[in-house]
């Protein structure tokens, strides 16, 4: 049974700092490539965050160049999102998403609430 659970969201002043981590099971963790998506309050769609694949090359949306970085443990299974000078506008829940074209596999986590207010 694959799982992946998200945690390390919570509340944050504007200009803080949070650390959300996935960890992976029931997959061969190091063949997917790991996504972060957000959903903000209010809209439909979710929105990609950051991408970090199998061969450890990252991309992210604009948005968050410069303040968030996406890493893997392949020892532990493991996504994280380290996510500086956060904005109201990053409030959101995340959500991690393992995929593997190769087999058309996607899977996605419960999310986790990032709030960002003072």
């Known amino acids: 049974q694959v799982q992946l659970v998200e945690s390390g969201g919570g509340l944050v002043q504007p200009g803080g700092s949070l650390r959300l981590s996935c960890a992976a099971s029931g997959i061969i963790f190091s063949s997917f490539d790991m996504v972060w998506y957000r959903q903000a309050p209010g809209k439909q769609q979710r929105e990609l965050v950051a991408r970090i694949n199998s061969g450890f090359s990252t991309n992210y949306a604009d948005s968050v160049k410069a303040r968030f970085t996406i890493s893997r443990d392949n020892a532990k299974n493991t996504v994280y999102l380290q996510m500086n000078s956060l904005k109201p506008e990053d409030m959101a829940v995340y959500y991690c998403?393992?995929?593997?074209?190769?087999?058309?596999?996607?899977?996605w986590g419960q999310g986790t609430q990032v709030t960002v207010s003072s």
């Open positions: 998403n393992a995929v593997r074209l190769r087999t058309s596999s996607v899977y």
